[in-house]
């Protein structure tokens, strides 16, 4: 039978802290990354696990959401919280923040803990700028959640771990690929970009027949396209 054991806290992420830099600012003609006085919410929509050295750790896609009403959320330069820019614009938490102490909704971020839900790795800000780098980055989505990362899939291949992150919000589907063999020593490889296919929503690794694969389920239809697409990749070994 199984139960619950424990609850742990996943805490916020410090955007003033150097490598978190974010865009808070939507629609203003340019996609500037910062540290700011802010923090982002752990909110992981996808969780996967794996063993390394016997103990086991969790990948986390921190994508961040509100409430469906959007009851819960409320711009920074809003009163009470009264933020001047480039922080006005941000959405955040009005449950969670006071003046001065600002929670947005995610953290940008793919991250692993152990199994005592301590961090011992974020990407930062490596989602965001790798896909402003590859001209894909939507500013339309900077004040919310940046490229919204949304699901995880683990595949080993010849003795190493390769994690699979899609981004939602990006303005083509994009799957961003690290190297988490060593946990604590997690590495960006590249980014698989799919002109075409929107918001990639579910990922699936797989072995067949000697081959590894990307399944990748696409939820939003693309601009032109007559339906949703779900793309299927093979998977080559990275070379070290």
Known sequence: MNAFTEIIGLGAKDFSLPGNEFDPKDNDG????????????YMPDSIASYKW????????ANEGDFREDNADRSAAGSAPYSAAAPLDRLRISNRDSSPGNLYAA??????????????????????DTEAHNRGIYDDGRSRDKGVEPEGVA???IAGRTYAFVSLERTTSSAVA???????????FLDMIVTPGDLSP????A???????????????RAIGATTTHTTLYRVDRAKH
């Open 30 to 41: 340019t996609v500037s990354f910062i540290t700011a006085v802010a923090k982002g919410l």
């Open 53 to 60: 050295r016997g103990r086991t750790y969790l990948v986390l």
């Open 106 to 127: 995610g953290a940008r971020s793919m991250s692993i803990r152990d199994a005592e839900g301590t961090v011992v790795y974020d990407s930062g800000n490596i989602l």
């Open 154 to 156: 683990l595949l080993d």
């Open 177 to 187: 690929v690290f190297d988490v063999t060593n946990p604590h020593d997690a590495r």
């Open 201 to 204: 929503e579910g990922l699936a």
């Open 206 to 220: 797989f072995k067949f027949r000697g081959d590894f694969y990307l399944a990748i389920a696409n939820e939003v």
